[in-house]
């Protein structure tokens, strides 16, 4: 929540009161925040080990091009051409019928990502404290953090969340963000070059870069395609939110690209942070979802203040993790905010209470107390994957399809064409393009992925 929530309103057709993004790089910024996260550096590289290396990465920029890219434009669009929350976009364009369950899937999505988002950030606030009290005391006593640690830093980071959200801090983190990100961006590149360095990097370097195309099945689409949703913070009306706060001058193609590409750079990079280290360090590249906290404090060790340099990296990763989790809670504020009247600070609180009790039973699982320990749901192994697979690999996928099939039967391309071609007149010349991805490919695609990973289940 970059924007200017108080006063700020510009005359340029928002509405009055609610309030824009001082510049388009403000825009750029949030949504850049938003974007880069948790997706980045802990889930891409983990799901990258999982499925095949350079193989995936290969299928995982073909998504973004493909149906990223072009989702991206399509929400920001709805967004700033209703704007509105992702429920009331939907029903300002139709009100009847059942479109607006489209938005109710978000706001759920919202609140289902947050609750296990949470947990993962919760470890990398965990990470950061051991780090900075071996940094002052040269040893550690947080280590090998169990279920009751698991819970208070889950808890901890959701209450951070909430207070930026209910507004205390809302232009201190803009101001935060600007500085830390770009840090974020060199401490990786530091990370890298050490890693590279660790003898017998080479392998996980070529790792990466050469595909094996028989690593590539049904499987690897979808999740290469879902981690695209989700590193973009597309399918369930973050973009569109933000794009409701984007001034009608602003570029939506320029803004969106950038977005786009930023993150994917990121990703990109976190790969090659880990891998070589990975291969040097004779770990499992498909060790799953606790791989970088397995490899990193590894790398950390064998650099010189290693213990320092820890604490700096899980400290700016953290932040990174805060704009995203901001971004998912201010979604669901939004909805309750505009559509039932409810003050901003209620339904914050509201809102973080209902993430802490649905995240409860992820943070026992992530502590190795798993309530699904002996039985298999939908073929994922315990709660933590199954929350990952319903949210991220199902209703992701799923919310941007119905976006698509709601923008080309309902809302029409011709109206979204007007918006963006409005501040970005160049576009009209890849508007045909554009409107034959929302309309056949992304839908028929996305489609054809869900079912043949959900048929067989
Ligand atoms: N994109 C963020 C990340 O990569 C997570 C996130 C924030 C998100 N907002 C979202 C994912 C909205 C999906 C939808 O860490």
């Known amino acids: 929540m970059m924007y200017a929530s108080t006063g700020g309103t510009a005359g340029t057709g928002n509405a009055p009161g609610r309030g824009q993004w001082s510049s388009g790089l403000g825009f750029i910024l949030a949504a850049a925040g938003s974007a880069v996260g948790l997706g980045n550096i802990w889930r891409f590289p983990y799901s990258t080990g999982e499925n095949g290396g350079g193989a995936f990465i290969l299928v995982y920029l073909v998504a973004v091009a493909a149906i990223g890219l072009p989702v991206m434009l399509l929400e920001i669009s709805l967004g700033r051409a209703t704007q509105k929350n992702p429920v009331g976009a939907i029903a300002a364009i139709r009100a009847k019928g059942p479109w607006k369950l489209i938005g109710y899937l978000a706001i759920l999505t919202g609140l289902g990502i947050l609750s296990f988002y949470c947990v993962i950030a919760g470890e990398v606030l965990a990470w950061f404290a051991d780090y900075g009290q071996r940094t002052v005391t040269g040893t550690s006593m947080l280590h090998g953090f169990g279920a009751g640690p698991s819970i208070v830093s889950f808890v901890l980071f959701v209450g951070l969340t909430v207070l930026v959200v209910a507004g205390g801090v809302q232009r201190g983190i803009e101001r935060w963000a600007k500085i830390l990100m770009p840090l974020l961006l060199v401490m990786m590149i530091a990370v890298t070059v050490r890693g590279l360095l660790l003898p017998g990097a080479m392998e996980g370097v070529r790792w990466l870069l050469m595909p094996d195309f028989s690593k590539i099945g049904w499987k690897v689409v979808l999740e290469a395609m879902s981690q695209a949703f989700f590193s973009l913070s597309l399918g369930m009306g973050a973009m569109l939110t933000y794009g409701s706060y984007l001034s009608k001058h602003q570029n939506i193609v320029a803004c969106g690209t950038w977005v786009v590409a930023f993150d994917t750079l990121i990703a990109v990079l976190a790969g090659f942070m880990i891998f070589p280290a990975v291969f040097a360090l004779g770990q499992e590249p498909g060790a799953g979802p606790t791989l970088i906290f397995e490899v990193l404090p590894k790398v950390f060790a064998a650099m010189p203040g290693g213990a320092f340099m820890g604490m700096a990296f899980f400290f700016l ?59 298999r749901i939908l073929g994922q192994d315990g709660l933590f994957s199954l929350m990952d697979f319903l949210w991220v690999n199902i209703s992701l996928p799923l919310g941007g399809l119905l976006l698509c099939v709601f923008a080309s039967l309902v809302w029409g391309l011709d109206a979204a064409t007007r918006e963006i071609v409005s501040s970005a007149p160049r576009f009209a010349a890849f508007a045909g393009i554009w409107r034959f991805f929302i309309r056949y490919v992304c839908p028929v695609f996305i489609a054809i992925i869900l079912l043949t990973r959900l048929v067989p289940v």
């Open 317 to 375: 990763l953290g932040v990174a993790a805060l704009t995203s989790t901001v971004s998912l809670l201010e979604v669901v504020t939004a909805y309750f905010v505009d559509e039932l009247h409810w003050s901003r600070r209620k339904s914050v609180v509201a809102m973080g209470a209902a993430t802490v009790v649905l995240g409860i039973p992820s943070a026992l699982a992530w502590a190795g107390v798993d309530p699904l320990a002996t039985v």
